[in-house]
């Protein structure tokens, strides 16, 4: 290939790799009638580099692997509490902040490949049908934290379990604030849990 000279290299890029043009005439002749001869030489490793040129020094673009994108981890099975305070479905400060990380964490799992459990509880204080909804309620709300921390589930599973299953004595303060409370779970589709 014959091309007027103006310069000594041209690098030419391609999608997959980068070619380069290396000049066979003297370049320091100021004939500008001068045509130099070009050859096109595909050029993947330094050893390239170095045999197209001649062993001289010039400024090449070589070809690297395209940045393949990380695949997302499995993540192993996260189970944790969130509290309420008494007569409430709102999430505290602190809930939230719990509740952020285990997001985090949840979003590392392969293409939605994850089950998110809610069970919602409350105390015994008040009617039993009241405290039904309320343990819901508690659940659908960190369900919808979740999502809109962009935690991707292939499903969520919302329980509502009332003042069932009391971890504490609800005969005292104490005792009835650790019985408020939503238990999450996030697992693998390949192993959910059962409740």
Do not use: W
């Amino acid at each position: 290939m014959r091309i007027q000279s103006l310069a000594s290299l041209i690098v030419i890029a391609s999608a997959t790799s980068f070619t380069v043009g290396c000049s066979t005439a003297n370049t320091d002749t100021a004939d500008t009638e001068n045509q130099n001869d070009y050859e096109l030489v595909s050029m993947k490793t330094d050893q390239d580099v170095y045999n197209a040129t001649g062993g001289k020094s010039a400024v090449v673009s070589v070809e690297t692997p395209a940045e393949q994108e990380q695949p997302k981890q499995e993540i192993e099975p996260i189970e944790d509490v969130v509290y309420f305070e008494f007569d409430s479905k709102e999430l505290t400060a602190e809930a939230e902040q719990k509740l952020e990380t285990l997001a985090n964490e949840a979003k590392k799992s392969e293409n939605e490949n994850i089950v998110v459990v809610l069970k919602g509880f409350a105390d015994a204080t008040g009617p039993e049908e009241y405290n039904q909804e309320l343990s819901k309620e508690r659940a659908q709300n960190v369900k919808a934290f979740l999502e809109s921390k962009g935690v991707k589930a292939r499903e969520y599973n919302v329980v509502a379990l009332g003042e069932s299953n009391p971890v504490a004595d609800n005969d005292t303060k104490q005792g009835r604030a650790q019985n408020r409370r939503v238990v999450l779970v996030i697992e693998p589709t390949e192993s959910v849990a059962s409740f």
